[in-house]
């Protein structure tokens, strides 16, 4: 019931700049609770790059810490992700993930996942 559409990727080189971007839609109230931002590299399983929540408390993870910034808008059902400072390491699919309810109802839950965006990080 809620469809999560990412942007923003594309290809940089080494010490360059992206901000992605995630958009929640549906037909009802979205209340997300918590935004997450993922990668894949090829070969390589899904890994979790950084969460918020909907109080602002921020989660990072490995390398992103001190070069990535994630951010919420939820009032827009939008959540963003500042890519700096890339590294060719960082080049992977990102993927937008979002859990909370809609409609106001606490037994009306969703767990969704956007199709992704590739970054990539080349000289």
Do not use: H, M
Request: glycine letters at 12%.
């Amino acid at each position: 019931q809620v469809r999560l559409v990412e942007s923003g990727g594309g290809l940089v080189q080494p010490g360059g700049s992206l901000r992605l971007s995630c958009v929640a839609s549906g037909s009802a109230t979205i209340n997300v609770d918590v935004w997450g931002w993922y990668r894949q590299a090829p070969a390589k399983q899904r890994e979790l790059v950084a969460r918020i929540s909907k109080d602002g408390t921020t989660d990072y993870r490995g390398s992103a810490k001190g070069r990535f910034t994630i951010s919420s808008d939820n009032a827009k059902n939008t959540a963003f992700l500042q890519l700096d400072n890339l590294e060719p390491d960082d080049t992977a699919r990102y993927f937008c993930n979002a859990y909370g309810v809609i409609g106001g109802q606490p037994w009306e839950s969703f767990n969704s996942w956007g199709q992704g965006t590739q970054v990539t990080v080349s000289t």
